[in-house]
């Protein structure tokens, strides 16, 4: 019988020893670091290293991702050796990407940490040899993963409240049918299965965020993943103009009332530019002579599908668990349901479920602010670990494998999904915003 119950508790520790469910432990320190951080010092990205706060802001984040490396990797019983002086490296190349991106130029413009980190990585690996020294610390999935737990804590269900049902109406609509749109031409287009499921998480949800979780669940290999999160940020450039010009040109057509066409606008901007930043630097052009209500609309429309993440990775995985090894379908048992589902992404719900109960229940002490401290940070140790994610990702990948022709199809296929967007996303806005809602008042 001891032997048994030894053999039991060691197929445990067997199974319970893999890299999701150490992310999932490894995050919930980081989860408890971000719960209290109302009494703790600021801890964040730094803009410059000017300061002795600036610096101890670095220090700190240096030393939580190290910590966060260390015990990982002593739990997956990964070699230690050469790790903190390999993670100096890419934890210096992070903070160069992340430090960019907060230039205001650059925020203005949506382009976030993780692509300068792609590109930066990208550099080095096909300009120069890849010492052995440095090859330790590249571990993008663990980053990855580690990053999505995190992320979790930023989505908070009073975003869907701030929207009413119109807007929560319109993230489901546009999310549903956008994804399966996107997933329809990407397929037509010989995009590969793991990567069309990306791509139109990407283009349907709110762009880099959503392609990073959708790709762990969807098993997207990095190189694909890096040339979908690249073209997400490049196409918003033109994006953030586009948008509010379509919106000054064609909305006055529909409607006379300065308050609708500033709600129509604000609800399409908002439901179609790819990030967040993009939405608020965008919203704030459209009508902007009348009043910001263009911005409000808009921002908390992107937040209402940023909620969404979740749904779209656990649908993801629901569906994958219906194919076999041989690609040939199977009914979807609990058992096989669970033996495929990213684990990791539980603790991306139960972040996101306990933050907005702690922000619902009055449990934070900022709970009634607009902007929690506690998400804050959640969302600085979010990027930070994505950021270094995605240096990995471009130390790791060959440049002929991001300009492949196979990614020509990728970009044709999130253009068209992209311009169907502009499109489907317009009459929803225009059918909730401007033509239920005021007539129910709501």
């Known amino acids: ?135 330790p610390a590249i571990q993008g999935e663990y980053f990855i993963k580690i990053g999505v737990v995190c992320l979790g804590a930023t989505i908070l269900f009073r975003d869907v409240m701030k929207s009413g049902s119109m807007g929560l109406l319109q993230a489901i609509l546009v999310v549903t049918i956008v994804w399966f749109f996107a997933y329809f031409i990407s397929r037509k287009l010989g995009v590969e299965k793991a990567t069309a499921m990306t791509l139109s998480s990407g283009v349907s949800i709110c762009g880099v965020s959503a392609c990073i979780t959708a790709a762990r669940v969807a098993h997207t290999n990095d190189k694909n993943l890096s040339y979908v999160v690249s073209v997400v940020l490049i196409v918003v450039v033109p994006m953030i103009y586009l948008m509010p010009w379509l919106a000054e040109q064609i909305v006055p057509l529909l409607t006379s009332d300065p308050v609708l066409q500033q709600k129509i606008a604000g609800a399409w901007i908002g439901g179609t530019i790819d990030t967040t930043s993009g939405v608020a630097a965008s919203s704030e052009m459209a009508f902007a002579e009348i009043s910001d209500l263009s911005n409000k609309t808009a921002v908390i429309v992107k937040a209402t599908q940023n909620v969404l993440i979740g749904f779209v990775a656990f649908f993801i995985a629901l569906y994958l668990s219906t194919k076999g090894e041989d690609g040939k379908s199977q009914r979807p048992s609990l058992g096989i349901v669970w ?104």
């Open 1 to 135: 019988m001891q032997i048994i119950n030894q053999y039991i508790v060691k197929k445990f520790w067997e199974n319970f020893l893999v890299e999701d469910w150490v992310v999932t432990v490894i995050s919930i320190p980081l989860l408890l670091l971000a719960g209290f951080a109302y009494y703790l010092p600021s801890i964040s990205i730094p803009s410059n290293l000017q300061t002795a706060d600036a610096w101890a802001n670095l220090g700190m984040l240096f030393i939580i991702a190290l910590v966060a490396l260390f015990v990982g990797n002593k739990m997956l019983k990964r070699p230690l050796k050469g790790l903190l002086r390999s993670f100096i490296v890419v934890f210096i190349i992070a903070t160069l990407a992340l430090w960019i991106a907060k230039i205001p130029i650059v925020k203005f413009y949506g382009f976030e940490a993780v692509f300068f980190s792609v590109i930066f990585g990208l550099i080095i690996r096909n300009c120069f040899k890849i010492p052995e020294w440095l090859k």
């Open 339 to 442: 033996e495929k589902f990213p684990k990791f992404i539980l603790g991306f719900v139960a972040a996101s479920l306990v933050f907005s109960l702690c922000q619902s229940g009055n449990i934070f002490p900022d709970a009634s602010s607009s902007k929690l401290v506690e998400t804050s940070l959640a969302k600085t140790l979010s990027q930070l670990f994505f950021s270094l994610a995605f240096v990995c990702i471009g130390l790791d990948t060959r440049l002929k494998d991001i300009i492949s022709k196979e990614n020509r199809k990728t970009l044709y296929a999130f253009l068209s999904a992209q311009c169907f967007n502009i499109v489907i996303t317009f009459l929803i806005a225009y059918l909730f915003f401007g033509v239920i809602g005021p007539k129910f008042n709501l």
